[in-house]
């Protein structure tokens, strides 16, 4: 062996990389054994590790080459030394833990930055999502939409942007929330919505909430208030009883507050008015059925038609003579009317009941006079005078 010759090798020596537990190395892919592990050389240390399929990939595979093929040169990480000979060493290698690394880095730099992540739910759980952002994630039930859901699975399998809310890679802890992007855009949507809406605006909305006292209009990104008076031109006692979430409606915009973000809206203002044609339905002699709405000291007053209340005066009640209307009617009692005058202008509408119901006539008893029967006792009813003045004689 010459000088220049032994030189080469002692050079070569020197330069072979020695390899130790948790050293990041590069390796490239010698062969793939049933599809369930990689072989890998690693470059410039002159002996091979082997990938198992698990430590491939940060989200779940079938098969090896669904990540790398022959020829590949990946970054890996030394997990462990196992059955050193004195040709070549064999470690246990892991391509997932680099990945995940590069992942919680990224995931770091979003935190930092106030950016926003997505990532596919792979699962659902009692307690909320678990999602697959290149490390598992996990979305609490109360962070998952801003109205209360009581079945998370139709979010499966759906790709969603989230915000970062907890972050603690050594604990691989990734606390994410969908409610608030919701909330941020709802935001951002509202903001929008206040600038260019304007009072006497008719839009689009839907249902987004019903009580007591009205609905709630989903205009888009902020809510407007329907009073239940406005919903429609008969009387509502429950929005539930005319109204569904859900469902789309057309609104008109009576008022905004920009300050206290208040939206009042009517849907009754885009309808038909009530009183349109009301000379042809309900002309003058038209018989129709109505509703006793309210009771007043002077009379009664009738829905006939929706929203056109007429009033039935106290002397068109009955032909008897009563003292109050609550003597014959009820409020919600159906009755049966006839219109004696109506005034479109004026929106006012005359009606009666007794019309249409037969005056009693009146039943005189003629006082009888009764002749008492004369007795068989041959005496008349004359005779029977004249003996008694005889007698007082």
Not at 12 to 33: P, R, Y
Not at 68 to 89: L, P, R, T
Not at 94 to 113: G, N, P, Q, T
Not at 256 to 273: C, N
């Amino acid at each position: 062996m010459t000088e220049q010759t032994n030189e080469e090798m002692l050079n070569a020596m020197a330069s072979v990389q020695e390899v130790k537990v948790g050293d990041l190395v590069q390796g490239e892919v010698l062969t793939i054994d049933d599809n369930k592990q990689a072989i890998v050389g690693i470059i410039g240390a002159g002996v091979e590790g082997v990938i198992p399929l698990k430590e491939l990939s940060t989200i779940a595979v079938q098969n090896v080459t669904d990540v790398v093929n022959i020829g590949d040169v990946i970054d890996v990480v030394v997990i462990s030394e196992i059955g050193k000979d004195k040709e070549n060493g064999s470690y246990l290698l892991s391509k997932r833990r680099v990945d995940a690394k590069k992942v919680w880095e990224d995931i770091e730099k979003a935190f930092e930055a106030g950016e926003t992540i997505e990532a596919p739910v792979t699962d659902v759980v009692k307690g909320g999502l678990v999602v697959d952002a290149g490390v598992r994630g996990f979305v609490p039930a109360s962070m998952v939409d801003v109205q209360f859901v009581s079945d998370f699975s139709e979010y499966k399998g759906q790709t969603l942007t989230y915000k970062i809310v907890e972050i603690e890679p050594s604990e691989n802890r990734l606390i994410l929330s969908r409610r608030a992007v919701l909330e941020a855009e709802k935001e951002v949507a509202k903001k929008e919505i206040m600038e260019k809406i304007l009072a006497g605006d008719v839009v689009e909305g839907t249902v987004a909430r019903l009580t007591n006292f009205g609905a709630f209009i989903d205009l888009g990104g902020v809510d407007g208030l329907v009073h239940v008076s406005e919903i429609s031109y008969s009387h509502v006692v429950k929005p539930e009883d005319v109204l569904s979430v859900g469902d789309k409606v057309t609104v008109k915009v009576l008022s905004i507050d920009p300050e206290k973000e208040r939206i009042s809206l009517s849907i009754k203002e885009t309808l038909p008015g009530p009183w349109d044609n009301v000379e042809s339905e309900a002309a003058i002699g038209t018989v129709l059925e109505g509703k006793v709405n309210r009771l007043t000291s002077f009379g009664a007053f009738v829905e006939i038609l929706p929203g056109v209340e007429g009033l039935v005066h106290i002397s068109q009640i009955s032909h008897k003579h009563i003292a109050t209307p609550h003597e014959a009617l009820e409020e919600g009692q159906t009755v049966t009317v006839k219109v004696l005058d109506v005034s479109k202008e004026n929106k006012r509408i005359g009606l009666s009941i007794k019309a249409l119901e037969e005056k009693e006539e009146e039943v005189v008893v003629e006082e009888e006079t009764y002749v008492m029967p004369e007795e068989s006792t041959g005496f008349t009813l004359g005779d029977m005078v004249n003996l008694e003045t005889t007698d007082e004689d």
